[in-house]
């Protein structure tokens, strides 16, 4: 080395130095100015003696894990429906009010639950935080099915109104098989699967469940069920034997689900501040004066509840979320959800997500990445696409995969290269495996009088467009292009979860599990919720997770260029298009897909 490159080389590391002193005062002085606004500002409520008894929430709709991107000044001119209330937003209220100590718990107005299991047990794992700190949580749910009692099982005490009925039945699954319905319009479905077991076209193949199907819904029943009812005997003191017997004999009306041990009190919401008072919430008792708790809601509470400050290290987590069927091109979101496979619902494009990961990958001040997935699967090529770009940012940062209600099929291919997958235990998942389908229309056409006259070049031109069934040399090339793609899948998986690749097929094939059975299969690492993702994600980053600090936490959303506004479309023309096969024809048919065969929903 010259002497002029000593010099520079001197000259870099003086610099370097004298940046890392001034970023080290800047942050004395940004953590003397937090500190000291926090502690005026609790100054402040103590004096005037700023404190309630609870803390009311309403808590209902989809529940979805993150909080989507902020509007625009446009977007929020429009009278766009107001945002869902998200888990993101719910766990960082539980947070402070844990922490604070004017405040003696949390009532929760329970109702509309619009979610599945494993969002549930995120819920319950909220509820749980909030009294290991000591704080007492009320529900109060004028609905007694599954998903609401489950969750207000998690708390302190539960009231329903007078009016309310126990309805807790249990678990139900139906398939609608659709091969008869489509063959009198006219159309019939070739779908080649890698086994019996990769069901996700047999609702348009077959006219019956088969038995393997069968096996899968009872598996996933049995192991729900257990689930649910092994932890409502433990929240309520009852033995699990006696939950199963008490489900299979309700309804109940409030009074006998009181008598058997199932709720705690009967009583309007009207009545719910006397019913909640403690005798000293009354300041001057009188003999006509019942006391009453004074129950605050969110927006009040934020201007009373004692803070805490804590530290916010200039590295952070970031998180990508990946939801709905996973498409080639661009995330999309229709403006209206249709009950159509693979119609309706947000998509997740290969293209916008990559680009996230891209982004993530070059962001220096990112420690480790969650990617959150909540996908059933879709195009096997655009999860590959987006498995590479994963794999590609884990050689260089920690990543996290946390499994949302559903990420199972193509929605677990993408996260297969991370360092840790973290599920809940009802998380849905696995389904590894492959499928083509294919509709021909020709007896639809004849029933319509539509004579379609076609030409081609290539004998193979219409390969993926006929409209007659599939010849049997098509078969035999379908099956060679799914086994090709689902030995790439399992491959994936083997380098991805260490376990040998011949191992592999009794847990894979198109098998589907809960997050606790893929857990015993090697698939997942472990349980937990998002809060416990965030900490994780930190501790692999070796970034501080003490009380005196928090751990930053920032999503990335796609690019303003890459956002479309939904346009409008008539819902009976896109029935039209999905039963004519011309949907399938542009996004998925006869493509290798990574689909999840059914969704068993909690009712």
């Known amino acids: 080395m010259t002497e002029n490159e000593q010099d520079l080389s001197k000259a870099r590391r003086w610099l370097r130095g004298v940046g890392e002193r001034l970023r080290a005062a800047r942050q004395v002085v940004v953590d003397a100015w937090g500190r000291g606004r926090v502690n005026a500002g609790n100054w402040l409520r103590r004096r005037r003696k700023l ?90 749910t004028p609905n007694l099915d599954l998903p609401h009692y489950y969750v207000a099982c998690a708390a302190n005490r539960i009231i329903v109104p007078p009016g309310a009925q126990f309805e807790v039945l249990g678990l139900y699954a139906e398939t609608v098989f659709l091969k008869d319905a489509l063959a009198n319009a006219g159309i019939h479905a070739d779908v080649i699967q ?11 193949s077959r006219a019956d469940m088969s038995a393997e199907m069968r096996q899968q819904l009872d598996w996933l029943l049995d192991d729900r069920f257990d689930m649910l009812t092994a932890d409502i005997a433990t929240d309520r003191g009852i033995g699990q034997e006696e939950i199963k017997r008490l489900i299979d004999t309700a309804p109940y009306f409030p009074a006998q689900a009181q008598a058997n041990g199932l709720i705690d009190d009967v009583a309007y919401e009207d009545e719910l501040a006397h019913l909640l008072a403690r005798p000293e919430n009354s300041e001057e008792p009188a003999a006509d004066k019942r006391p009453e708790a004074r129950l605050v809601t969110w927006r009040q509470a934020r201007r009373l509840l004692l803070r805490r400050y804590r530290r916010r290290t200039r590295r952070y987590i970031g998180v990508i979320s990946l939801e709905g069927t996973i498409i080639m091109g661009s995330s999309r979101r229709p403006p209206i959800e249709l009950p159509i496979p693979l119609v309706g619902g ?57 499994m949302g209600d559903v990420a199972a099929s193509g929605g677990y291919y993408v996260g297969a290269a991370a360092d840790h997958i973290m599920t809940q235990p009802g998380t849905t998942t696995g389904s590894i495996g492959v499928i083509m389908a294919r509709l021909s229309t020709a007896g639809l056409y004849e029933k319509l009088d539509i004579h379609p ?26 099956t060679t292009n799914i086994q090709e793609t689902y030995r790439q899948f399992k491959q994936v998986v083997a380098d991805g979860r260490e376990i040998p690749i011949d191992a592999l097929d009794p847990i894979c094939e198109g098998r589907v599990w809960t997050g606790r059975q893929a857990r015993a ?28 600090h928090a751990i930053s936490v920032a999503d990335y959303y796609p690019g303003s260029k890459d956002y479309l506004l939904p346009r409008p479309y008539d819902a009976p023309q896109a029935l039209v298009a999905w039963l004519t096969g011309d949907w399938l024809r542009a996004h998925l048919q006869g493509k290798p897909l990574c689909l999840l065969p059914y969704d068993i929903n909690i009712r």
């Open 51 to 140: 404190k309630a008894d609870f803390v009311v929430m309403r808590v209902g709709g989809p529940l979805p894990q993150r909080s989507g991107p902020p509007r625009n000044f446009w977007q929020r001119q429009l009278p766009l429906p107001p945002e869902p209330l998200s888990m993101e937003v719910l766990n960082a209220r539980c947070h402070l009010i844990a922490a604070a100590d004017n405040v003696r718990g949390v009532l929760l107005i329970l109702t509309g639950l619009e979610t599945g299991l494993a969002t549930l047990q995120c819920l319950r794992t909220s509820i749980t935080r909030l009294r290991q700190a000591g704080k007492e949580v009320v529900v109060f």
């Open 194 to 204: 890698i086994s019996p077991y990769k069901t996700a076209g047999d609702p348009l």
């Open 346 to 402: 947000q998509m997740a494009g290969d293209e916008t997500i990559g680009e996230m990961l891209r982004l993530a990958e070059r962001d220096d001040d990112m420690a480790a990445l969650i990617l959150h997935v909540d996908s059933g699967g879709g195009s096997a090529l655009a999860s590959d696409l987006i498995h590479r770009q994963m794999a590609r940012l884990a050689q260089h940062k920690k990543v996290i995969v946390y």
């Open 453 to 478: 006259v076609a030409l081609q070049r290539g004998a193979r031109a219409n390969l993926y467009r006929g409209t007659e069934p599939m010849t049997a040399a098509e078969q035999e090339l379908f």
């Open 521 to 548: 299969h090697r698939l997942v690492d472990s349980h937990g919720d998002f809060v416990d993702a965030v900490r994780l994600a930190a501790e692999l980053a070796e970034l501080p997770t003490d009380e005196e």
